[in-house]
Structure formats: structure tokens, C-alpha cells
């Protein structure tokens, strides 16, 4: 028989219905585990997709006081947002920018990623129109085939840098990670454009070929700076030795919210190919794919007390449903753990088949924040 489901209130009770814990001392501890790896080299802090869900912000705020100057965003209305809080840093925008944007963007001096002849283009008339110069990095496509200048438009590349309206900050390029020595013809390219500028009598910008993987493989590579984004995180580069030198800095929990009986052979939720094997306990959690958790299908497990509750049936908008047969302590209230403690980021990505960037960025959905410094918790 199975037991009588709790319904009273257990002690840790959560007002919110999710929550992301993120601990802003160890963003702060994986930022200067990468300044020591970077030696004399800068360390770019990515901060795209809303610090990859942590909430650019407060992560902004967190890595100014560390010293950190050297920020990258996805996006213009990303590097607004930075610019806005009046902190003194630099900011450069990796992706593409409208000429409505450029404008918008030049006076502040924020820095544009030049690519392209087009992109080129459109950055000189913004500057010439503005009688103000841009600053600029020229970005290179070496091999990953997303954003940069062809090898055919190098010309159009060197007339851009020469050009009297041009600030060049940096040039860069980005690995596609693919193999040591696919990257090592990446690189080979990339300084045969460094080669071209410095013929022509272009220096003084900085180098950048490496992100957060690059970092850790390739100390070689790291020439003046690193673009540094899922290090910061938690993300560590698999297969390296170390993994302890790079902190998960998110937790992400709720509650249960009910507990009922299921008979063997129902099946829960939206499901209708999993049915129970036994009479089961299935709790409900106030979560779901719009906060950001995987729409999982009668596969993974959350935590209970550090005891694992698997997933029943398809995780739903705004709930999902787990088994707490064999649990004892569960009860309405209980504090249940999706991602943090024992659930690493890679087993909580492994779960969905996700990319572990993609699965800590969406957690910029409903799930209130709250941050953890200096053993202080501050909300959202």
C-alpha cells in the first residue's frame, strides 16, 4: 500500500514557484581563475543572452569590481543595457548592427564588429554622417563560415582599417572547435591577415582568436585577449584536467506544489506512450518549459533531499510532474532541485540533448532571480 501523500507545509517552503540561485562570488572566482590563465592578456568578458541567463547586470556589476573593463554583447539593445548603468568599460558588439543601431551606438564609442564589404560600408556612412569616428574590430571568417571577411575581400577589409573615420580596436576571428588541426589552419589564416594590416602599416589594435575553449586548449593562441563567456558560468571545457578550477554558478529549484495517488497503467501528463509500471506518488512542481526547463518526455530526475525523483510524462508550460514513490520525506513545500548539487550541467543539458550554453540561457525566462554575494542574498 502506498503511503498517505504529505500535504502539510514542509519548513522550506518557497513563496516563488522556480528559482535561480546564482552565486556571484563564483562567477567572480571563475573570472579570475581565467585572468591567471590569460597572464598578461586580456580577458573579454562575454555577456550575451543575459550573461548566458545569469542576468547581465548584476554578473556586469559583479566582474566591474573585480577589475574586469573588457566586455562583449550579441547585440546593440545588449550593450545599451550595459552602457546604461555608467560604469567605466569598454563594450563590443559581436554581431551585426542595423545603420539605425550604428548611430545610436558610435557617439557612446561603443565598439562594432566590422565583417563584411557591406558592413564596412554602412559603419563609414554612419561615421562620416555622425562627423564622428567608429570604433572597430574586423572580424574574419577563418573557417566557421558564420560573420567575417572573406580571403577575396581582404581588399575591401584594408580599405576600411585605413580609412581616416576608423578607431581599429581589434581583429578577431572565431574557432570552430572542431579539431587541433582544423584550428590550427584557422589560426594560420587569421595571421595572414594580421600580416596584411601590419604590411600596410596598420597596428596597435588587439588580437583575439580564442573563446572559453580556446582559452584552456590553446595558451599559444591567446595572443592579447580571449573572449571569455561560458568559463565565467560553469561551463567547463570537456576533457580538461582541471574542471575544478571552474565553479557552476547557478542553482535552479523550486516546490512541490501536490502530491497525489496514480494507479499502475495511467499515464501523467501529456504522455500517452510511458505508462506507470506501480501504483505511484506523483508530486507536481510549479516549473515548466517556460522557465526555462528542458520539455522533457518521462526521462531525466530532479532532487528531493538529495534523493532522485524521476520526470514523469511531458514537462508541461508551467509544470511537470515527478515520481516520489520512494521518497519519504517529500511533501507539499519541499525544495526540489532541477539543475546545482549533485546535477551538474552536463547531466541536466545530457537530459534534453542540449547544448549546455543553450541550457543555461534559457533560464532568462519566468524564474526569479536571486543572487548570492559575499554571503549576502539580493533579489532581482
Sequence with gaps: ML????????????????????????????????KAKMGTGEVICVLKADAYGMGAK??????????????????????????????????????????SEALELIPKKIELTCHSPESALLLLNCAKKLSLPVYAHIKLDTGLHRLG????????????AKDPCVRLVGLYTHLAI??????????????????????????????????????????????DAARVGAWLYGVCPYR??????????????????????????ECV?????????EDSLVATLPVGYADGYPRLNSKGYVLIDGKPANILGLVCMDQLMIDVTHIP???VGST????????SIDTYAAFAGMNRNEALSRLSGRAKRVYLSGGNRLTD
Design 149 to 160: 571577411f572573406e580571403q577575396s575581400d581582404y581588399p575591401s577589409m584594408l580599405a576600411f
Design 269 to 277: 501528463g501529456y504522455d500517452d506512450k510511458n505508462p506507470l509500471t
Design 178 to 223: 572542431r579539431s587541433p588541426d582544423s584550428d590550427a589552419v584557422q589560426v594560420q589564416r587569421y595571421l595572414y591577415a594580421d600580416n596584411l594590416l601590419k604590411q600596410s602599416g596598420i597596428s596597435g589594435y588587439i588580437r583575439h582568436v580564442c573563446d572559453s575553449i580556446g582559452m584552456v586548449r590553446y595558451p599559444a593562441w591567446h595572443f
Design 329 to 331: 520525506s517529500a511533501r
Design 3 to 34: 503511503p498517505t501523500p504529505k500535504t502539510m507545509y514542509s519548513n522550506d517552503y518557497l513563496q516563488e514557484r522556480c528559482v535561480a540561485e546564482i552565486d556571484l562570488d563564483s562567477i567572480g572566482s571563475n573570472y579570475l581563475s581565467a
Design 240 to 265: 580538461y584536467e582541471h574542471p575544478e578550477e571552474d565553479m557552476l554558478a547557478v542553482r535552479f529549484f523550486s516546490r512541490i506544489a501536490s502530491i497525489h495517488h496514480v494507479p499502475a497503467g
Design 336 to 343: 526540489v532541485t532541477l539543475l546545482g548539487d549533485s546535477i
Design 58 to 99: 548584476h554578473v556586469y556589476s559583479a566582474l566591474h569590481s573585480l577589475g574586469a573593463r573588457h566586455f562583449a554583447v550579441a547585440c546593440a539593445s545588449e550593450a545599451l543595457e550595459l552602457y546604461s548603468l555608467g560604469l567605466n568599460s569598454s563594450f563590443l558588439v559581436l554581431g551585426d548592427v542595423s545603420d
